[in-house]
């Protein structure tokens, strides 16, 4: 090239760029030339660091498109598996409203069945979630975002007695999330506490059920040994590899979907409860779906909310009170009433004075 003179060297190039004729010659309403290749950007990593979190696009669709974004899609595995799997990961083809257009979706259902279920998670994937969803934040929304969501961690995941109190603030994270994606609304400290108080008097009730059911237990062990997450889970078969933080918790047995009103460790199963509401033995009352008792007569209560009300006059009653295996502090003044869930008399439903203890 040191030989060509400047003006030959332009004519080289202008035969070049004019190679392939009239055909090539670009056209009005021909696509826009792609844009100049830029190298990515690249950061240094110190030894020793693991690899920055990236949230792949099917994250970012489903913000972007006002969807409900399950936060155990945000634990680092989950992210990672998303990462590697996003070519064959279930979605959902959706039409976008005023276009003919379609978008694919991530399968909320599929993900929680093959990624990991929000209410599944433990405290350590929690709290690492919790963590990767602020930053998620930080790259999809705009910093009052991040404040917002900063708040709302904050005030849950550093609540006192946060291992004890753990499936009550888990419930009430998912439940605010899921009214927020409905109707956004400001962070109050009050409004947080209040919806948590809610979810904590349940987790006493529950724990007196299964205090219940433990008393009630034959001498000798019935009950299937509980099957290790890691075996239930089919495609993932995570938590063996082990390394990072949290490992403790994780691999725990636990029961999935129904039962509740919470699945805790492994000694969350529904099989030795009785239920509240029917008297029969192997559901929690908040999943019963019976119409009357097993003589057939017409039952005293059913569900309503998390609180069992009487069917004729709609009031709510105790569940605490009456589970009662000792004594019972109750601290909501005549917003639930002490009477038996099974006839309405003074006694507590599982004295079993109205009705006939279920047999194992
Ligand atoms: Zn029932
Ligand atoms: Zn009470
Ligand atoms: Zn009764």
Redesign the pocket.
Same mark, same amino acid.
């Given at each position: 090239m040191n030989s060509l003179s400047p003006a030959s060297a332009i004519n080289i190039m202008r035969g070049i760029s004019s190679f392939g004729g009239d055909a090539k010659r670009p056209q009005e309403g021909d696509d826009p030339k792609p844009p100049p290749k830029h190298r990515r950007e690249e950061i240094d990593l110190p030894i020793g660091s693991r690899p920055p979190i990236s949230f792949n696009v099917l994250l970012k669709d489903l913000d972007v498109h006002g969807y409900y974004i399950l936060l155990s899609l945000f634990t680092t595995e989950s992210l990672d598996y998303i990462n590697k799997n996003s070519s064959s990961i279930a979605t959902t083809k959706l039409n976008m409203p005023g276009s003919d257009k379609q978008i694919c979706i991530l399968d909320s259902a599929h993900s929680e069945a093959n990624i990991l279920a929000e209410r599944d998670m433990d405290r350590a994937q929690w709290t690492e979630a919790a963590q990767n969803y602020v930053k998620f934040m930080g790259i999809v929304g705009t910093p009052e975002d991040v404040a917002r969501w900063t708040s709302h961690f904050g005030f849950l995941v550093t609540y006192e007695k946060a291992e004890k109190n753990f499936p009550a603030l888990l419930r009430t994270d998912v439940m605010l999330r899921q009214a927020y994606n409905m109707q956004g609304f400001s962070f109050k400290r009050d409004f947080y506490q209040e919806q948590l108080n809610n979810e904590l008097v349940l987790l006493r009730i529950d724990k007196k059920l299964k205090l219940c059911s433990a008393e009630w237990k034959p001498a000798i062990e019935t009950r299937p040994p509980a099957t290790p997450l890691s075996l239930r889970r089919g495609s993932r078969g995570g938590g063996d590899r082990g390394g990072r933080g949290g490992g403790s918790a994780r691999g725990g047995a636990r029961l999935i979907g129904k039962g509740g009103p919470f699945q805790e460790g492994s000694g969350g199963d529904a099989s030795s409860t009785v239920c509240l509401i029917c008297t029969r033995r192997g559901h929690y009352y908040s999943a019963c779906t019976q119409n009357s008792f097993e003589d057939g007569s017409p039952l005293f209560c059913r569900i309503s909310g998390n609180n069992i009300s009487t069917i004729r006059s709609n009031e709510t009653l105790c569940c605490l009170w009456n589970v009662k295996c000792d004594k019972v502090s109750c601290n909501h003044d005549n917003l639930r009433r002490h009477l !038996?869930s099974? !006839? %309405? %008399?003074g006694?507590h439903?599982f004295s079993w004075? !109205?009705?006939k203890q279920p047999a194992y």
């Open positions: !038996c099974f !006839c %309405g %008399g006694h439903a004075t !109205c009705r």
